[in-house]
């Protein structure tokens, strides 16, 4: 096949520089760190329309953020209709990185991730985003019936919609009236530490190409019920705090919506995850399958869950190492009827 990003690099100041891929996401777009010869770097964007990508909303979304004086990546050169941009390299500091190479800094760059959120929720939201309501987030949970349950114990149609149902019902008793942008995958893989810069711009943004309105704690929950690593609970106790004082918020309140939030992402990832398994190999994703379990569980504690936590029990199985083999081998499950 030809080399298409190669030709598209060739009207550029990269067409000389060396190309390295980078480890992808759960999307079909790729990444390569560009360096020319003069040590200067970059990283190329592949993301093509052909596959489900929307070049143009990123690069849109990248001017927004820049303009409330946010660190999204600048944009060196870019051809949408191809799908590709060669965009600023925010380096190797991701949170992921830093806080499981030394915990003593985390407070400082959770902390600062907070103050982000809180500066995009306080100006108005780039336009075009789509809006969640809680008929559209009960909906979103499908992969976990169809990917996760459904190769371990198919649950049937009245136990699908008696789980929907409940969940709608706690979305809608618990969410705010008022809808944020929420950029969505706002988590430590996806956010980088650029201590040379100067306040909210310490924080590098990728990845916030699918935000939308939401409801203000949506990427909290992102940011502290990771699906990739463990949160210490003293430091999300800590920014939860620190994002209610700065709301004004009463507590009460605020911990339900934190917790259907949690449950209606979370059970989204796990079908997600297996979905990767499954019908792109990607095996990985479910090795992470049961810290994600652990947040839905947690959250299912809260009282105001009582109904919800009933209806999914049916629903969902426990990944014990005996189903998460089954997930990484569906073909070889046998699921009971």
């Not at 103050?115 to 809006?131: C, H, I, R, Y």
């Not at 909210?200 to 699918?210: A, C, K, S, Y």
Request: charge should be negative; proline fraction near 7%; include cysteine.
């Amino acid at each position: 096949m030809p080399d298409r990003a190669a030709a598209f690099l060739a009207g550029t100041d990269w067409r000389n520089a060396s190309r390295v891929p980078l480890a992808g996401d759960a999307s079909t777009r790729r990444y390569e760190r560009l360096t020319r010869t003069d040590g200067r770097s970059a990283i190329l964007m592949v993301a093509p329309a052909s596959q489900g990508q929307d070049l143009d909303r990123f690069l849109g979304l990248a001017a927004h953020l820049t303009s409330l004086g946010l660190s999204a990546p600048e944009v060196y050169c870019a051809d949408p209709a191809a799908g590709f941009a060669v965009i600023e390299d925010f380096g190797d500091g991701l949170f992921v990185r830093i806080a499981n190479t030394d915990p003593n800094p985390q407070a400082v760059i959770y902390g600062a991730a907070v103050e982000v959120l809180l500066k995009v929720q306080s100006q108005p939201p780039a336009p075009g985003l789509t809006a969640f309501n809680a008929r559209t987030m009960a909906e979103q949970i499908d992969p976990l019936f169809d990917w996760y349950s459904a190769v371990i114990r198919p649950p049937s149609e009245r136990e699908r919609d008696a789980v929907r149902g409940e969940l709608e019902t706690v979305l809608s008793d618990f969410l705010s009236a008022r809808q944020v942008m929420a950029l969505r995958d706002y988590h430590a893989e996806n956010l980088f530490w650029l201590p040379h810069r100067d306040g909210l711009r310490r924080v590098g943004l990728i990845d916030f190409q699918d935000a939308l309105m939401a409801d203000p704690i949506y990427d909290l929950v992102s940011l502290l019920q990771d699906a990739r690593r463990d949160v210490p609970e003293d430091l999300a106790r800590a920014m939860k705090l620190k994002f209610c004082e700065a709301k004004g918020w009463e507590r009460d309140g605020f911990e339900a919506a934190y917790a259907v939030l949690g449950v209606q992402r979370n059970m989204r990832i796990m079908g997600i995850f297996a979905r990767l398994s499954h019908l792109d190999g990607k095996q990985g994703y479910v090795d992470l399958i049961p810290r994600v379990w652990t947040h839905v569980k947690r959250n299912l504690r809260h009282p105001s869950l009582a109904g919800l936590a009933a209806s999914l029990e049916p629903v969902l199985p426990d990944p014990t190492p005996e189903n998460l083999n089954a997930l990484r081998h569906p073909c070889a499950a046998a699921p009971t009827p």
